[in-house]
Nanobody, 115 residues
Framework: HVRFVESWGGLVQAGGSLRHSCVVS????????IAWYLQASGNQREWVAV???????NYADSIRGSFTISKRNTRNTVYLQMNSLKPENTAVYYC?????????WGQGTQDTAAS
């Protein structure tokens, strides 16, 4: 089964940075794309970024240029570097992958960018 262990979230001032890690087990990230999603309070879960097997990255327009997704294959770990955080980036962040035609989610981690 696919499982994720995400790093702890954080509280920063607006303009600050946070970095998340997501340790993946049950699949290898060299063969599977891994994505990050966010869910702000009262909103639906939204896609943030994805990194493919071939290390191609794609981003939601709202965070392009501020967030960077990367991975370390030897650790089967995916990262999300978040810079220039804004209060509207405050959300629970999840890593995720598809497994047997269903989407599997990490436990989620709360990030807050205070104004």
């Amino acid at each position: 089964h696919v499982r994720f262990v995400e790093s702890w979230g954080g509280l920063v001032q607006a303009g600050g940075s946070l970095r998340h890690s997501c340790v993946v087990s049950g699949i290898t990230i060299t063969n599977n794309p891994i994505a990050w999603y966010l869910q702000a309070s009262g909103n639906q879960r939204e896609w943030v970024a994805v990194i493919t097997e071939r290390v191609a990255a794609n981003y939601a327009d709202s965070i392009r240029g501020s967030f960077t997704i990367s991975k370390r294959n030897t650790r089967n770990t995916v990262y999300l570097q978040m810079n220039s955080l804004k209060p509207e980036n405050t959300a629970v962040y999840y890593c995720s992958a598809a497994d047997c035609a269903r989407r599997v989610w990490g436990q989620g981690t709360q990030d807050t960018a205070a104004s």
